[in-house]
C-alpha cells in the first residue's frame, strides 16, 4: 500500500510563492508517474503537473502560464511542486497522486482514473 502525505499548504496574498511536498512510502519502478491535481469549491477535480518518476520528464496543464515546477528528490522520498505568482484563482485542496503507469502511456496523466494511490490534499488559499 503506497501512503502519500501532502505538506506546505497555507494562506498567502495575489503574488506570493508556497512549495508543497508529498512524501510517499513507494518506490519509483512501483508508481513511475507523480501528479498534482487540485479542487477547487464546487469545480472537478484538475490535473496541475506530473513527472515521470524514473527520468523526471514533466507535464503542465496550459493554464498554468509556466507558474508552478513540479520536482522529486528520490533520496527523500518526496515530491514537490513549487508555486509562484499565484492568484485567487489557485485557491484549492492540492492532492498529490501516483499511478502504477508511465506518464505518457495510457490514460492521461491529468485524469484522476490513472492514478491508484492519493494523499488527503493540503490546502491552499490565495486572497487578492
Known amino acids: 500500500q503506497v501512503q502519500l502525505v501532502e505538506s506546505g499548504g497555507g494562506s498567502v496574498q495575489t503574488g506570493g510563492s508556497l512549495r508543497l511536498s508529498c512524501a510517499t512510502s513507494?518506490?519509483?519502478?512501483?508508481?513511475?508517474?507523480m501528479g498534482w491535481f487540485r479542487q477547487a469549491p464546487g469545480k472537478e477535480r484538475e490535473g496541475v503537473a506530473a513527472i515521470d518518476t524514473a527520468h523526471s520528464g514533466t507535464y503542465y496543464t496550459d493554464s498554468l502560464e509556466g507558474r508552478f515546477t513540479i520536482s522529486q528528490d528520490n533520496a527523500k522520498n518526496t515530491l514537490y511542486l513549487q508555486m509562484s505568482s499565484l492568484k485567487p484563482e489557485d485557491t484549492a485542496m492540492y492532492y498529490c497522486a501516483a499511478a502504477g503507469t508511465l506518464c505518457w502511456i495510457g490514460t492521461s496523466w491529468s485524469q484522476e482514473a490513472k492514478y491508484a494511490y492519493w494523499g488527503q490534499g493540503t490546502q491552499v488559499t490565495v486572497s487578492s
Open positions: 513507494a518506490y519509483t519502478y512501483t508508481t513511475p508517474c
